[in-house]
């Protein structure tokens, strides 16, 4: 079982909103800002949307957003769009020079 | 333009070896931190080790004592030998890059990847 939980499958329509959550089991993760969220296309490698719980890299769309309370870390995307059906992973440095992968969850934009 | 392209995935035996290329242009692999990063077929991302830029290594604890990452820097290029290889470690296997910005680099935030490489564990 992985440090990080996420719901498994989220759906939303276009142009509405959805979170995923991220929830970590070890508690010490609370305590850190190192959470970061990824969009995987079937196929395709992983890219970086969120890196420390908020922050965008450039070229990323001010539609997705980080946010964090307690030991849960969660990912918005605004104004859905068709492109943005694929699967989200969150990730977190968990200490003694070590990371970790959320479950994933699959969104749906229907 | 930053590129990372993984090859030296295969068929491999149980108990057998391999080992993947990473090779970086664009980036200098010994001012970077750069991951191993794998996904076992219909699986989620898992990750699995980490050269910092000062030469530390790091592994994930499933392939802690199997696995050793290292890398050449005359060819700017990082490797992660694999033995006593088992079937739970078929996946493709990523590189990536720890992200770099005006602030510094952040070792656990990868903002560059390869396209991936298929190890396959089977008899």
């Known amino acids: 079982q992985s440090a990080l939980t996420q719901p498994p499958s989220a759906s939303g329509s276009l142009g509405q909103s959805v979170t995923i959550s991220c929830t970590a089991t070890?508690?010490?993760?609370?305590?850190?800002?190192?959470f970061s969220w990824y969009q995987q296309h079937p196929g395709k490698a992983p890219k970086l949307l969120i890196y420390?719980?908020?922050k965008r890299p450039s070229g990323v769309p001010d539609r997705f957003s980080g946010s964090k309370s307690g030991t849960t870390a969660s990912l918005t995307v605004s104004g859905l769009q068709a492109e943005d059906e694929g699967d989200y992973y969150c990730?977190?440095?968990?200490?003694?020079?070590?990371?970790?992968f959320g479950g994933g969850t699959k969104l749906t934009v229907l | 333009e930053v590129h990372l392209v993984e090859s030296g995935g295969g068929l491999v035996q149980p108990g057998g070896s391999l080992r993947l290329s990473c090779a970086a242009s664009?980036?200098?692999?010994?001012?970077?931190?750069i991951s191993w990063v794998r996904q076992a077929p219909g699986k989620g991302l898992e990750w699995v080790s980490i050269?910092?830029?000062?030469?530390?290594?790091f592994y994930a604890d499933s392939v802690q004592g199997r696995f050793t990452i290292s890398r050449d820097n005359s060819k700017n290029t990082l490797y992660l030998q694999m033995d006593s290889l088992k079937p739970d470690d078929t996946a493709v296997y990523y590189c990536?890059?720890?992200?770099?910005?005006?602030?510094?680099?952040?070792?656990?935030?990868?903002?560059?990847w390869g396209q991936g490489t298929l190890v396959t564990v089977s008899s």
């Open positions: 990536a890059r720890g992200h770099c910005s005006d602030k510094g680099c952040y070792p656990w935030y990868f903002d560059t």
């Open positions: 664009g980036l200098t692999i010994n001012t970077n931190y």
């Open positions: 050269m910092y830029s000062g030469g530390g290594t």
């Open positions: 070890i508690s010490d993760l609370g305590d850190y800002n190192f």
């Open positions: 420390e719980v908020t």
């Open positions: 990730s977190s440095y968990i200490g003694n020079n070590k990371g970790v």
